[in-house]
C-alpha cells in the first residue's frame, strides 16, 4: 500500500510502500553525516526511494544529485517523491544497475545506504524480492561500492558510508583497497546497551588513513538536525 508521509522534521513528503521497506534511521543518520560542500555534484548509490538526496536538499539548496535506483517499484516511488517535493532541477533520478552504469563525470561527494546482509550470511532472507534487494548484496556487494565510489570521485572527493558494526572489518578492507582513505568512523548506539547498531564511515580519494573515530548515541533524539554540528 503506498503513503505518503512525513520525512521526519525535515519540512518534505516522501512516497513509501509498506509492502517493501520504509526509510529509517540509517538513511537520516547518514544525510546528516555528510559534511556538503557549497555546489558539490553529489552522486547517491542505492537511493531507494531517495530519503538521502531530499534530506541533503535541506541542508544546502544549491546541490545537484544523481540518485540510482535499481528496482523500478522503488524508483517510481522516489520520483513521486521528487515531483511531490518539487526537486525535480536538484535530483536526477536514475533506473539502473550502478553496477553497469556509465557516469559520464565525476563527484565532489557520493554516498550510499547499501544492502548491508552477505547473500550467504546467516540472516534469514526476505521471500519478498525487493526488500530481499534492498537488504542482501544479491546485486551488489561491499567490495562493489566501494570500487565504483572510488573510480567515480573527484580527486581527494569524499565517501560516505553507513553500515553494521559487524562488517566493519569488510569495509576498512574495501576502502583501503580502493584507494579511499578512512577519515571518520562513528559508532551509533540505538539503546541503552554497549553495542553498537549502526556505523558511519567517511573516506576521502587518494588520502592516507587518518581516523577519528566517534560513539553517540540516538535513544532519546527529538530530532536529527545538527546532530554532527560538534565535529
Not at 539502473?96 to 544492502?115: E, Q
Not at 565510489?149 to 574495501?174: C, Q, W
Not at 559508532?187 to 567517511?202: G, M, Q
Request: charged fraction near 30%.
Amino acid at each position: 500500500m503506498i503513503e505518503l508521509n512525513d520525512l521526519f522534521d525535515y519540512g518534505l513528503k516522501i512516497y513509501q510502500n509498506s509492502d517493501y521497506f520504509k526509510f529509517s534511521i540509517d538513511s537520516l543518520l547518514l544525510g546528516e553525516f555528510v559534511e556538503i560542500k557549497k555546489n558539490a555534484n553529489i552522486l547517491d548509490m542505492c537511493t531507494g526511494n531517495c530519503p538521502v538526496p531530499l534530506l541533503l536538499l535541506t541542508k544546502e539548496k544549491l546541490l545537484h544529485i544523481d540518485a540510482v535506483e535499481v528496482q523500478e517499484e522503488v524508483y517510481n516511488l522516489a520520483k513521486k517523491s521528487i515531483v511531490y517535493n518539487k526537486l525535480d532541477e536538484n535530483i536526477n533520478l536514475i533506473n539502473d544497475d550502478i553496477n553497469k552504469l556509465v557516469l559520464n563525470k565525476k563527484y565532489d561527494i557520493i554516498t550510499c545506504n547499501p544492502p548491508y546482509f552477505k547473500v550467504n550470511s546467516n540472516k534469514m532472507q526476505n521471500k519478498n524480492d525487493i526488500k530481499k534487494i534492498a537488504r542482501h548484496e544479491v546485486l551488489i556487494k561491499l567490495d562493489d561500492i566501494a570500487r565504483i565510489a572510488s573510480s567515480n570521485l573527484k580527486e581527494t572527493g569524499d565517501f560516505y558510508l553507513v553500515h553494521r558494526p559487524e562488517r566493519m572489518v569488510d569495509i576498512i578492507n574495501a576502502l583501503n583497497k580502493y584507494n579511499l582513505g578512512i577519515r571518520e568512523i562513528c559508532l551509533v548506539n540505538t539503546n541503552d546497551t554497549h553495542i553498537s547498531k549502526l556505523v558511519l564511515f567517511k573516506a576521502s580519494k587518494n588520502k592516507k588513513n587518518d581516523v577519528k573515530v566517534y560513539n553517540i548515541n540516538i535513544k532519546d533524539l527529538k530530532s536529527y538536525k545538527s546532530i554532527f554540528d560538534w565535529r
